[in-house]
């Protein structure tokens, strides 16, 4: 395959923003520069940017935009008029893709007549889009300019199509698997749940783990639930009301951490759980077992597609906090299988940048230039 000269356009990057859209824009640029690429990252900023531009420096350019603050009015956004910041950029460069994480930058880049990839990187419903009128009709708008629209699962790209009634295909994320160390050994000491999600969001479930872990307790005692990442955790013990005490001597409320925090984490519990709904993707998920930590999460969204098979974990309904419950006990009685770990770094293995999931991204690149469709 012939180096491409790429563009890889987001309003906002890691790690000034650490969710799992700027996560996935640095590690594409990070796999594709060290394949030879010639890769620009347009993205938007408040002010002095510090992101790592770690490996193939020589390949790789980082290009800030001043964020377009005064367009944002009423329910517009800083994402969704970005696509006016960068404009007058495509319209000046030419490149053999852009690959846009945004509607409007990918309406920006087809009215640059740049040949364009846009990747919906949420979980789109009908009552979203019906809460979020002009968001919904600028996803509507980029699915049909653009040359290939993604979303990270079946299920999001199902939903996305559902919505659009244009073609969206699955194009997953992936993990740098040489970040996330396994940790070999089973897991055998006191049963430690980690949650290292944004706790603010009611979306993420923390609401519905703490109350599973209320009733875990009653055959646990010793277990110990570990919360770590941004936002604020106490909303979803103050509804315990008289048990709040009780559970809260259990509980460890680290706030955000460092990267290799995270990966240590991952490596010292038991299981990591992911309670959410509307979850595209769950890269937390493929992070723990890369770890040889088996993970709990909700069967919504895309993460089904990655907790498929009960060697690494379980699914369950999500809100259900009594199922929940039991899907932790029973995944904490998994880490103690020895075969475990090795199951785990396995099944992670799909989701390898190097080993599947860059090359993906390169055929489908290469697909367009040669002016094929995406198979499938």
């Known amino acids: ?8 356009v987001h309003p906002y990057s890691f790690p000034e923003v650490k969710r799992g859209g700027e996560r996935y824009l640095h590690d594409l640029a990070w796999y594709l520069s060290n394949a030879g690429h010639r890769v620009e990252m347009i993205t ?3 002010g002095t940017s510090s992101t790592s531009l770690e490996g193939a420096a020589k390949h790789r350019r980082l290009r800030h935009l001043p964020n377009f603050g005064r367009l944002t009015r009423r329910e517009i956004a800083e994402g969704e008029t970005f696509g006016a910041r960068v404009y007058p950029v495509l319209l000046r460069r030419r490149f053999d893709i852009v690959h846009a994480l945004m509607p409007s930058a990918a309406i920006a880049a087809r009215l640059a007549r740049q040949r364009t990839v846009y990747t919906q990187i949420g979980h789109p419903t009908p009552e979203l889009a019906a809460a979020h009128p002009t968001q919904a009709r600028l996803l509507r708008k980029a699915v049909g300019m653009a040359n290939v629209s993604a979303a990270y699962s079946e299920a999001s790209a199902a939903a996305t199509q559902l919505l659009c009634g244009r073609r969206v295909i699955a194009l997953p ?3 740098v698997l040489d970040r996330f160390p396994m940790e070999a050994a089973a897991r055998t000491g006191p049963p430690r749940i980690l949650f290292a999600a944004y706790a603010s969001n009611p979306e993420k479930g923390l609401g519905v783990l703490v109350r599973a ?5 009653g055959s646990m005692p010793d277990a110990r639930l570990v919360v770590a990442g941004p936002g604020e955790a106490a909303w979803a013990f103050d509804a315990l009301d008289g048990d709040r005490e009780r559970v809260m001597r259990q509980v460890e409320l680290l706030g955000p951490v460092p990267e290799d925090e995270v990966t240590r984490l991952y490596r010292s519990c038991s299981v990591t759980t992911l309670p959410s709904t509307n979850e595209a993707f769950g890269i937390v998920l493929i992070e ?3 770890s040889g930590t088996p993970v709990v999460c909700s069967a919504a969204g895309g993460m089904p ?5 009960p060697t690494i974990g379980r699914a369950v309904p999500y809100g259900d906090a009594d199922a929940l419950a039991h899907a932790l006990a029973e995944t904490i009685a998994l880490a103690r299988d020895p075969l475990t770990p090795r199951r785990c770094r396995e099944h992670a ?7 599947r999931i860059g090359p993906l991204h390169e055929e489908l690149y290469q697909g367009i230039v040669e002016g094929r469709r995406p198979a499938g």
């Open 288 to 290: 723990s077992l890369a």
């Open 349 to 355: 293995g799909r989701w390898g940048w190097r080993e």
């Open 305 to 309: 597609e990655i907790v498929d098979r």
């Open 1 to 8: 395959m012939r180096p491409l000269r790429i563009a890889l």
């Open 213 to 217: 872990f209320r009733i875990l307790l």
């Open 173 to 175: 994320p992936g993990v």
């Open 44 to 46: 938007g900023t408040a």
